[in-house]
T-cell receptor
Framework: DAKTTQPPSMDCAEGRAANLPCNHS???????VYWYRQIHSQGPQYIIH???NNETNEMASLIITEDRKSSTLILPHATLRDTAVYYC?????????????FGAGTRLFVKA | EPEVTQTPSHQVTQMGQEVILRCVPI?????FYWYRQILGQKVEFLVS????????KSEIFDDQFSVERPDGSNFTLKIRSTKLEDSAMYFC??????????????FGEGSRLTVL
């Protein structure tokens, strides 16, 4: 699976959009981008995933650049409860020994 | 909404004892996983399980560890002869499949293991 690079931490004001970047410059054509988050000491939570088109669900939007070398997770109106570690993971479905590997992620602090 | 449940939420044990952590995955899921997270560190993959056998395991998952699906609902992690460094939060996860839209992991709230 391709390696991802994320900033270690970010701040965001409550009510503003939180834009979390992820670099995956070595991504291959069949690798998907997945985002999870982990709120303090809880189990990681799936947020969204995509291949090349932008995706949106009730939690977030995922913007993938045209060359697919980077992506941005957008939380449109961040709340204090969105303070968490956000993980960007790249993997090929149906392969990889059925494992998802978590990196260090980005620690997002949402401030009042 | 269906969820993965784990018991116990916290277990304290003496070094050298055996512990069993239990998980009830989401009922229609076919793939099961254990992860662990030492305090302040990354979430680490331990093992994946499918069709009643281990699909893949990490270097951490040595002979001290074993997994079992003893019945149609439970998925257990056994740690034999616990060591101080086994103290961690252990997360169980399950997924419906491995495809692009079925491979999302659903995690439980974790079992905190403290080895004294």
């Amino acid at each position: 699976d391709a390696k991802t690079t994320q900033p270690p931490s970010m701040d965001c004001a409550e009510g503003r959009a939180a834009n979390l970047p992820c670099n995956h410059s070595t991504i291959s054509g069949n690798e998907y981008v997945y985002w999870y988050r982990q709120i303090h000491s809880q189990g990681p939570q799936y947020i969204i995933h995509g291949l090349k088109n932008n995706e949106t669900n009730e939690m977030a939007s995922l913007i993938i650049t045209e060359d697919r070398k980077s992506s941005t997770l957008i939380l449109p109106h961040a709340t204090l409860r969105d303070t968490a570690v956000y993980y960007c993971i790249v993997r090929v479905p149906n392969t990889g020994g059925f494992k998802t590997i978590f990196g260090a992620g980005t620690r997002l602090f949402v401030k009042a | 909404e269906p969820e993965v449940t784990q018991t116990p939420s916290h277990q304290v044990t003496q070094m050298g004892q055996e512990v069993i952590l239990r998980c009830v995955p989401i009922s229609n899921h076919l793939y099961f996983y254990w992860y662990r997270q030492i305090l302040g560190q990354k979430v680490e993959f331990l093992v994946s399980f499918y069709n009643n056998e281990i699909s893949e395991k990490s270097e951490i998952f040595d002979d001290q560890f074993s997994v079992e699906r003893p019945d149609g609902s439970n998925f257990t992690l056994k740690i034999r002869s616990t060591k101080l460094e086994d103290s961690a939060m252990y997360f169980c996860a399950s997924s419906e499949g491995q495809g692009a839209h079925t491979g999302e992991l659903f995690f439980g709230e974790g079992s905190r293991l403290t080895v004294l």
